[in-house]
């Protein structure tokens, strides 16, 4: 018995631009099914744009994003759309709409989208919130709660429709650290039971390293993806400086990141 | 989402003794689907001396969140009644989100509703709100006095640039929509007036009345409309969004005055505009009641304009003026005021401008009246 079947993402000499800027260009990666993929590079190297792209809010300037086989640019309305519902997108922000309360947040969606009467909605809308550890909170509106439980709220919204793949856009940005914690926590318990794929975009070792099993690493003044794997894997075997430099800032500044493998590789050095 | 089949959702309870039932969950689970209602399995659940529940999840194909809003329902009651629910025989994942959905316990009464008001109650409030957004607007027309003032000594905060591109939106920007507006308005007025005085053949009046009543009020108010709904809107807009975004706050901690700032150059711009908007609409005005006189009813071109200028005086010209001036002062301090109350989120920028377009168009209004009538004692 399963709960959904997950399909793999695949990205094919994917090259997106505004206009004649090229942001990336020759973007190869798979992402598999029940997998946290993360997205990762530094400021402006296009990460969010990428999400964009998976997403259906902008069109590469050229190659593939395909959805267990079938590519969701080449697509026609209707088939996209289908595709689309599938996804659910936490944004930095949490992007509620500011005029409805979490309860309507909600269950816009599953009005929209699902033929379930107005007493299921209110119990799926009460499900997806005590999920995010916001029970009791229905009546409220974006305004009247702090920015973590935004965000919490903002992922109630995305797993309304029990989506096959889940979005988020820098979900740590604004948290302190222990709120951060919590949400990868939460993030975490929710793929292992939803058995949804994950994809994330950030920066955040201490996400990366906790949360991450499979990634790719964007890199600004290439403009293309240095490699696509396990962020351990990348710590601990790739020997490319732009990626050391990036996912060894926490022992550089001595913070309390200490990604696994690290310090036998720095031992070794 | 995909559905591995469509066998119905089902419960079978099967009671292994007078106090210890299995509820054998059976089918797809799903919410494309009907779901068993709790109720039906809980009435039977009662009939009995049950207490314990537990699954069997070996005939369910498969599920999603529709299984969780049950079990979690399900779990609800049994608490109440102290009945034990055993979560061993579930799939993993769906005991992962029920232990998930039940840790954090509900908030109970997180939001304290207000009690429904009386109407006496409503009115009240309704009245100390006028009375307070009277204080507001008089401390607002303090403010923007004093940030005027300090311009003047040259110790306003605001940058150049900022009003000369306001200057550009509320002129530059401004004139083909007062071109189009004025232009038929004058055309309308001509049409309808010419269409009486030829009663009386007494057509060649039209440039009288077209050119006094462009000239003296229309002209004014037409562009006071226009820009309360082209320019007073977008203030407010903006300085809401500024409001939302915090930019304001960024302002204040700067001990930069946002009245100075962003206020001031917005004001002075659309003030210093309008005269020249007012001017100009007169004359797109004349020129479309021009074009009905001569077209339609064949006028001499020259005896209009001839009728035009015999009949138009310097005194309605610059009263018209004024009036654009105080219309432009109104707009601005509509706009801003409403941007600069604006609440902390997306609908209140939308209420902002609305309340702004209102706001202005009643002040023009009203301001009309006061100007006529003063006008009209002084015998001017």
Same mark, same amino acid.
């Given at each position: ?10 990205i094919?000499?994917?090259?997106m631009?505004y206009?004649d800027f090229?942001v990336?260009?020759?973007l190869?990666?798979t992402?598999?099914p ?9 400021s ?8 964009k792209?998976?997403i259906g ?5 050229q ?5 267990n086989?079938?590519s969701l640019?080449d ?14 997108v ?9 005029s409805m309360?979490l309860a309507?947040n ?13 007493a299921?909605i ?14 009791g +909170? ?12 935004c ?16 979005f ?6 604004g ?6 914690r919590r949400l990868?926590?939460?993030?975490l ?6 058995g949804a ?11 990366? +390293? ?5 990634s790719? +690493? ?11 794997e396990?962020p351990h894997?990348?710590?601990?075997e790739?020997?490319d ?5 990036f996912?060894?800032?926490g022992e ?18 | 989402?995909?559905t591995?089949?469509t ?10 003794s ?8 059976? *089918?797809t689970w799903q919410?494309?689907?009907t ?6 399995i809980?009435k039977q659940?009662?009939s009995?001396?049950v207490?314990? %529940?537990s699954?069997? =999840?070996?005939q369910l194909?498969?599920w ?6 049950? !079990?979690?329902d399900? =779990?609800?009651?049994?608490q #109440?009644?102290?009945? @034990?629910m055993?979560?061993? *025989?579930l799939?993993?994942?769906v005991?992962?989100?029920?232990? !998930?959905?039940?840790?954090v316990? #509900?908030q109970?009464e ?8 009386s109407f ?8 100390? /709100? ?12 303090g403010a923007t006095?004093?940030?005027?003032g300090?311009?003047l000594?040259?110790? =306003?905060?605001?940058?150049p640039y900022d009003?000369k591109?306001?200057?550009?939106e509320?002129g ?10 004025s232009?038929?308005?004058? !055309?309308?007025?001509?049409f309808? *007036? ?9 057509q ?7 050119g006094?009543?462009?000239v003296r ?5 037409v562009v006071?409309?226009?820009?309360? *709904? ?6 407010a807009?903006?300085l809401?969004t500024?409001?939302?975004n915090?930019? %304001?706050? @960024?302002l204040?901690?700067? @001990?930069?005055?946002?009245?100075e700032?962003l ?5 002075l ?8 908007l ?5 004359l797109?005005?004349i020129?479309?009641?021009?074009l009905i ?26 009263i018209?003026?004024f ?6 002062? !109104?707009?601005?301090?509509?706009? /801003?005021l409403r ?6 989120n997306?609908?209140?920028v939308g209420?902002? @401008?609305t309340?702004?377009?209102v ?5 023009i209004i %009203?301001?009309?009246?006061?100007? %006529? ?6 015998g001017?």
């Amino acid at each position: 018995m399963t709960m959904q079947s997950a399909a793999p993402i695949t990205i094919s000499d994917l090259t997106m631009a505004y206009g004649d800027f090229v942001v990336m260009r020759d973007l190869n990666f798979t992402i598999n099914p029940g997998d946290i993929f993360i997205i990762m590079g530094g400021s402006g190297c296009g990460k969010s744009t990428l999400l964009k792209h998976m997403i259906g809010l902008q069109s590469p300037a050229q190659g593939k994003i395909l959805y267990n086989g079938v590519s969701l640019w080449d697509s026609n309305q209707e088939q996209m759309e289908q595709m689309m519902r599938g996804f659910g997108v936490l944004y930095q922000s949490g992007a509620l709409w500011s005029s409805m309360t979490l309860a309507e947040n909600i269950a816009l969606p599953l009005q929209q989208y699902t033929k379930l009467s107005k007493a299921k909605i209110r119990a799926q809308v009460e499900l997806k919130l005590s999920l995010v550890g916001l029970a009791g +909170f229905e009546e409220f509106y974006p305004a009247e709660i702090s920015g973590g439980m935004c965000k919490r709220a903002g992922l109630a919204r995305a797993i309304a429709l029990d989506p096959k793949v889940i979005f988020f856009d820098e979900p740590s940005a604004g948290l302190d650290p222990v709120s951060s914690r919590r949400l990868d926590d939460l993030i975490l318990q929710l793929r292992d039971s939803l058995g949804a794929t994950v994809v994330i975009v950030t920066h955040e070792l201490a996400s990366i +390293f906790a949360i991450g099993n499979n990634s790719v +690493f964007l890199d600004t003044e290439s403009r293309t993806m240095l490699a696509s794997e396990d962020p351990h894997t990348l710590l601990a075997e790739n020997n490319d400086l732009r990626i050391q430099t990036f996912l060894r800032r926490g022992e550089i500044k001595g913070s309390e990141v200490s990604p696994a493998g690290s310090k036998e590789k720095n031992a070794n050095e | 989402m995909a559905t591995a089949s469509t066998e119905p959702a089902a419960v079978h309870p099967a009671f292994r003794s007078d106090e210890q039932v299995t509820l054998h969950l059976i *089918g797809t689970w799903q919410m494309e689907v009907t779901i068993p209602e709790v109720e039906s399995i809980w009435k039977q659940v009662q009939s009995r001396s049950v207490r314990q %529940i537990s699954f069997d =999840a070996e005939q369910l194909i498969s599920w999603d969140s529709s299984i969780l809003t049950f !079990l979690v329902d399900l =779990a609800d009651r049994c608490q #109440k009644k102290g009945l @034990a629910m055993q979560t061993d *025989g579930l799939p993993a994942g769906v005991q992962q989100l029920l232990s !998930l959905a039940r840790a954090v316990p #509900k908030q109970e009464e997180t939001k304290s509703f207000a009690p429904a008001e009386s109407f006496l109650e409503r009115v009240g409030e309704e009245a100390i /709100c006028f009375i307070r957004s009277a204080g507001e607007l008089l401390t607002f027309i303090g403010a923007t006095s004093l940030a005027f003032g300090r311009m003047l000594q040259g110790r =306003a905060k605001f940058r150049p640039y900022d009003f000369k591109l306001f200057l550009e939106e509320t002129g530059a920007n401004a004139v083909p929509i007062i071109s189009l507006i004025s232009f038929l308005f004058g !055309l309308i007025l001509s049409f309808v *007036g010419i269409i009486q005085l030829e009663l009386f053949g007494a057509q060649i009046y039209v440039a009288d009345l077209v050119g006094i009543a462009m000239v003296r009020v229309m002209g004014a108010v037409v562009v006071g409309i226009i820009m309360a *709904g082209r320019t007073g809107a977008a203030f407010a807009a903006q300085l809401g969004t500024m409001q939302v975004n915090e930019e %304001i706050d @960024a302002l204040k901690t700067l @001990a930069i005055s946002p009245v100075e700032f962003l206020v001031l150059p917005r004001m002075l711009a659309l003030t210093l505009m309008m005269p020249f908007l007012t001017l100009y609409a007169d004359l797109m005005g004349i020129l479309g009641g021009a074009l009905i006189g001569c077209t339609v009813y064949g006028i001499n071109p020259i005896e209009f304009f001839n009728r035009v200028k015999a009949a138009v005086s310097l005194n309605d010209l610059f009263i018209g003026l004024f009036m654009g001036l105080v219309f432009g002062i !109104l707009v601005a301090l509509s706009g /801003c005021l409403r941007g600069i109350q604006c609440g902390r989120n997306a609908s209140a920028v939308g209420d902002a @401008a609305t309340s702004a377009v209102v706001t202005s168009l009643v002040a023009i209004i %009203i301001a009309t009246a006061v100007i %006529i009538i003063i006008c009209a004692v002084l015998g001017i």
